[in-house]
């Protein structure tokens, strides 16, 4: 599949994604620098919709050199089964925390196939912290020194937006970025 089979869409109040690929969202002046939150929230309507397997979605930051081939970003993404990732690309992806994410409590599970789901999902730069928030509960903490270094992150500062996995239908509202 390529970029061309998704789609993001204003319905209402929120934006509608669906995805083929894996895909980042970010309007052109959407930067975030210092100490600051972006957060937004994500609703499921169908867990699994277009796929047989659950797939993440969840925000980014530290978006630089957006759409080229040298773009670093760090994103934080919930599943509906619980899970979460952390995980960037410095451009190469890579990866913070177990190879299909780690289970936390405060991630929402859907209750079955079909079903809806919603998580409110933050990404936080506080002095030397990043912070990973999940419905209101911080699920991952890494110093700054560990995520802007060779291979990973520019900075902390610059672009800041929503990140999709593959086969993906999903609902946004409250894309939100504040100061510290």
């Not at 699994?48 to 670093?72: A, E, K």
């Not at 500062?157 to 609902?171: E, I, K, P, Q, S």
Request: charged share 20%.
């Amino acid at each position: 599949m390529s970029i061309k089979d998704a789609k993001l869409s204003q319905d209402g109040d929120s934006l509608h994604a669906t995805t083929g690929p894996a895909a980042n969202y970010w309007m052109d002046g959407a930067n975030a620098s210092g100490d600051y939150t972006v957060k937004a929230t994500f609703h499921e309507p169908k867990y699994m919709n277009l796929n047989t397997h659950p797939h993440p979605y969840g925000v980014f930051i530290g978006g630089n050199d957006m759409g080229t081939p040298q773009q670093t970003d760090l994103y934080c993404a919930a599943y509906g089964n619980g899970k979460f990732i952390v995980r960037g690309f410095g451009p190469a992806p890579f990866k913070m925390d177990g190879f299909l994410g780690e289970a936390n409590d405060a991630v929402h599970k859907a209750p079955g196939k079909g079903q809806p789901v919603t998580q409110e999902i933050a990404l936080s730069v506080k002095g030397s912290q990043v912070e990973c928030s999940i419905n209101g509960t911080v699920v991952a903490r890494y110093d700054k020194a560990q995520l802007v270094t060779g291979g990973k992150l520019k900075s902390t500062d610059g672009t800041y937006g929503l990140r999709f996995a593959h086969n993906t239908d999903v609902m946004v509202t409250g894309l939100t970025m504040t100061k510290n």
